[in-house]
């Protein structure tokens, strides 16, 4: 069925040729879990690429990080904007993470063989899978807090 959709593209960094409504549709699935969770481009795209579209783990981090660059753009506006919910402070202390720990991070994938990324991968996934799964479990620290975590009035 999905090798029948019109629009055929050869994307020759990624190896593949298939119709562009694909990646438009991840892309609309990828905004919208964006702006609705806040996830998206690593968690979500990632995956996603490597095994619904089949592309080589390497190129799969670089395309995703280009996407996020946008698509995190536009929510983080349009959240400012609907629903008032940016922290400003907090966004510009992870950026400065971020922009230092990139590099790094850029050096050891070079480094690693694609199935070990997606070991990584893996494991962080489960990981956070656990942690909402176990924090949904907890009985919350109020009557009126859905949450387990505390946080400053």
Same mark, same amino acid.
């Given at each position: 069925?999905? *090798?029948?959709?019109p /629009?055929? /593209?050869?994307?020759?960094?990624?190896?593949?040729?298939i119709?562009?409504?694909?990646? #438009?549709?991840?892309?609309?699935? #990828?905004? !919208? /879990? +964006?702006? !609705?969770?806040?996830?998206?481009?690593?968690?979500?795209?990632?995956? @996603?690429? #490597?095994?619904?579209?089949?592309?080589? %783990?390497?190129v799969? !981090?670089?395309? +995703?990080n280009? &996407?996020?660059?946008?698509?995190a753009?536009n929510?983080?506006?349009l &959240? @400012?904007a %609907?629903? $008032?919910?940016?922290?400003?402070?907090? @966004?510009l202390l992870? #950026?400065? $993470? $971020?922009?230092?720990?990139?590099?790094?991070?850029?050096r050891?994938?070079?480094?690693?063989?694609?199935? @070990?990324l997606?070991?990584?991968? +893996?494991?962080? !996934?489960?990981?956070?899978?656990? =942690?909402?799964?176990? =924090?949904?479990l907890? %009985?919350?620290s109020s009557?009126?807090?859905?949450?387990t975590?505390e *946080?400053?009035?």
């Open positions: 069925l999905v *090798h029948r959709l /629009l055929k /593209l050869r994307f020759y960094k990624s190896k593949l040729y119709s562009a409504l694909l990646p #438009i549709g991840l892309g609309f699935v #990828i905004g !919208i /879990l +964006s702006a !609705i969770l806040g996830v998206g481009g690593g968690f979500v795209l990632v995956p @996603a690429m #490597i095994y619904l579209l089949g592309m080589p %783990t390497a799969v !981090i670089g395309t +995703s280009f &996407q996020i660059l946008f698509v753009a929510v983080t506006f &959240q @400012a %609907t629903n $008032g919910t940016v922290d400003v402070v907090l @966004a992870l #950026i400065l $993470g $971020g922009v230092v720990g990139a590099p790094v991070g850029s050891i994938a070079a480094k690693l063989p694609g199935v @070990a997606r070991g990584l991968m +893996s494991l962080l !996934i489960l990981g956070v899978a656990a =942690e909402l799964l176990t =924090e949904l907890r %009985t919350p009557l009126y807090s859905l949450g975590r *946080h400053l009035p």
